[in-house]
């Protein structure tokens, strides 16, 4: 199971809410445990019964075998509150409530304009030749939804030239925070 989320929500930490149905195989666990799969094998036949009787034995096996399927009753979908920390990855595995038997997978959604590179953030920055070669302070946006300075010295920049900014990347474990990275592209 899946949990798409944006960069924003793995940026800042989210708490979504997430409806998990069990599948086929716990149905039957659950109905063997509470004895509920005699009593729906019994219904089964007794519906089954009329036309098991006209068929040969390899059809009436699986003919019977749809019917108990029908008849087996649905278990209820759980929902679960899915907390997931700042920072968190594509393909992260979190703990759905206390089953240790089931996980979500984070998956990071595309953003249009930043690309994570593990816990650094990039962005494209367009210029002219001529501001390039010039340098000068330039404002980014950054995931925090405000604007970063950037002061490129003269002549320092070039098409494709990334300049590092510290600490306005994603959040780590340990309470740091990776790099803003900004390309800048003419």
Same mark, same amino acid.
């Given at each position: 199971?899946?949990?798409?989320?944006?960069?924003?929500?793995?940026?800042?930490?989210?708490?979504?809410?997430?409806?998990?149905?069990?599948?086929?195989?716990?149905?039957?666990?659950?109905?063997?445990?509470?004895?509920?799969?005699?009593?729906?094998?019994?219904?089964?036949?007794?519906?089954?019964?009329?036309?098991?009787?006209?068929?040969?034995?390899?059809?009436?096996?699986?003919?019977?075998?749809?019917?108990?399927?029908?008849?087996?009753?649905?278990? @209820?979908?759980?929902?679960?509150?899915?907390?997931?920390? @700042?920072?968190?990855?594509?393909?992260?595995?979190?703990?759905?409530?206390?089953?240790?038997?089931?996980?979500?997978?984070?998956?990071?959604?595309?953003?249009?304009?930043?690309?994570?590179?593990?816990?650094?953030?990039?962005?494209?920055?367009?210029?002219?030749?001529?501001?390039?070669?010039?340098?000068?302070?330039?404002?980014?946006?950054?995931?925090?939804?405000?604007?970063?300075?950037?002061?490129?010295?003269?002549?320092?920049?070039?098409?494709?030239?990334i300049k590092a900014v510290p600490g306005l990347g994603m959040?780590?474990?340990?309470?740091?925070?990776?790099?803003?990275?900004?390309?800048?592209?003419?």
């Amino acid at each position: 199971m899946t949990l798409e989320c944006t960069l924003e929500e793995l940026f800042a930490g989210a708490v979504r809410e997430v409806q998990f149905k069990r599948g086929t195989w716990e149905r039957y666990v659950q109905a063997g445990k509470t004895g509920l799969w005699m009593d729906v094998a019994a219904q089964a036949l007794l519906v089954a019964l009329p036309t098991l009787v006209r068929l040969p034995v390899a059809l009436s096996a699986i003919f019977f075998g749809g019917v108990f399927h029908k008849m087996m009753p649905e278990l @209820p979908s759980e929902v679960f509150r899915v907390t997931i920390p @700042p920072g968190c990855g594509d393909g992260a595995q979190i703990r759905l409530g206390q089953d240790p038997e089931i996980f979500i997978e984070v998956v990071e959604l595309p953003h249009k304009l930043f690309e994570r590179r593990g816990n650094d953030v990039l962005i494209r920055r367009r210029l002219t030749a001529r501001k390039m070669a010039q340098g000068g302070d330039f404002s980014v946006p950054t995931l925090e939804r405000g604007t970063a300075i950037v002061h490129l010295r003269k002549g320092e920049a070039r098409d494709g030239y990334i300049k590092a900014v510290p600490g306005l990347g994603m959040p780590t474990r340990d309470g740091s925070r990776g790099r803003l990275l900004v390309m800048f592209i003419t």
